[in-house]
């Protein structure tokens, strides 16, 4: 935690956990996704489900879902954004289990370069004071905070993926800062986060994806600190689509 | 880092927080800046605040910091009411979904601000005298994090007025020249007077008590900044008292951590608020 992110952020109110927070983790969701979402649903758990409308917990969610940061003076206006963009929202609640009283889960949904339907699924944390911890995504239980470049790729579970994937970032010359992975079963379907300190090339990223046992790759900017003038996002999200 | 190791440094405490953030040359100017650029958001959310009257949300708060701006001085303490009418500043536009500073979450921001700043004026200080302290703040806040989780869900308000007053007291002593150790102490000291408040938010808006609640515990930790100046100190040491406030958090019920479930929130007029938000 850096010593801005303690007085800090620079953020629209009420709430730095149930707002900055919730807005985070959209825009984590956002960036997963890749594509431009049509259709957006969120299930609320524990306190984020008690009080999601008092703190702005729903107007946040939407925003990050539309690419906001949590400064952004729309967030206010943030359902009245989402009519204009297209962008179809609904809530829940649900106890999503033994997680952070403030928990999520986001799916989104729309159509890629090719109108093909796509989706994704994350569930993370708002710990506090903005602070963010994603724990699943697409039924991977991996992790990662925003708080770093991420790169996000999906794998076939085969000897040397994880050492391939890591080569290349080492010639990139970028530092790994965590790693995390999960398969849904011995030698099928896996997910690998790898929290790096600036972000791999597009040309680095772009070999990985041409690999026959890499299905999917994003490069998900460091959205602790991204705000609302657009600078940090733009240049971070090297957009990978296959 | 602990907070005996930051009490035990020579010198102003901003200095070890500092060192110990293992910054090159160029990292230490950029967060610099970025604290310049915090207490400038600061500065204009007060601004703000201080003429407005534009109701919350809920209509529950909005003109507590400029009705008191603007009240006469009714106890001939024109530092009191600056504290207080500047904290208020900041999370009335907070809970206008204005923009403002987490210091540390959006519910307390306006505590350290109000303290700092508030001091700062009331003695017509340069802003390059806040600025040390308010790295301070960020650094006890940031081992405070270390040992709980800054939010009222999982540690009562406790966790998150009780953080910010520790950090604004610290902030407040070294601005007005206490070392390390007075520094630390008062931190400590604020953090101890504050445990056990629950989070007990009407309607589970970040309205009541947050608004005033700022303003008493910006006064709390101008308080204890003076305590510690006159060479009080904390019997039980810091980092326990941070132990024995995540110990009392663990202890609270879901109903006293940012449910909107207990507390004032479950008095029938706070039932019957929610109620008609809900609507």
Known sequence: ??????????????????????????LLARHAFGYEPSRARFVLHGSFAKTARGHGTDLALVAGALGAAPDDARIPMAFAEAERAGLAVSFETADLGDVHPNSVRIEVHGPDAAGAERTLTLQGSSLGGGIVRVFELDGFRIEFSGAAPTLLVRHVDTPGVIARVTRVIADDEVNVAALYCARKRRGGEAMMAVECDRAITPVAAAYLLHLSAITWLRQVPA???????????ASATAEVVP | MTLADLAAARGPASAAVLADQGLSEGERTALLNGMRGRL???RDSIARGLSSDA????GMVGWNAK???????????????RVQAYAMAVNEENARMGRIVAAPTAGSAGTVPGALIGVGDHLDLDDDALLLPLVLAAGIGEVISKTMFIAGSTGGCQAEIGSSAAMAAAAVTEMLGGDAEASVHA???????????????????VEVPCVSRNAFFAVHAVSSAQLALAGLRSVIPPDEVVQAMASVGRMLPPELRETGEGGI????TGRRIALEMAR
């Open chain 2, 40 to 42: 400038g958001e600061m």
């Open chain 2, 265 to 268: 929130a479950d008095t029938p």
């Open chain 2, 55 to 58: 109701k919350s949300r809920t």
């Open chain 1, 1 to 26: 935690m850096s010593l801005l992110d303690v007085i800090g952020p620079v953020m629209v109110g009420p709430s730095s956990s149930h707002t900055a927070g919730a807005c985070r983790l959209a």
């Open chain 2, 187 to 205: 931190a400590a000291m604020a953090l101890m007077n504050t445990i056990g408040l629950v989070c007990d938010p009407v309607g589970g808006y």
């Open chain 1, 223 to 233: 959205v602790m600190s991204a705000s609302s003038d657009g600078s940090h996002i």
């Open chain 2, 67 to 81: 009705g008191l701006w603007d009240a006469p001085d009714a106890l001939s303490s024109p530092l009191l009411k």
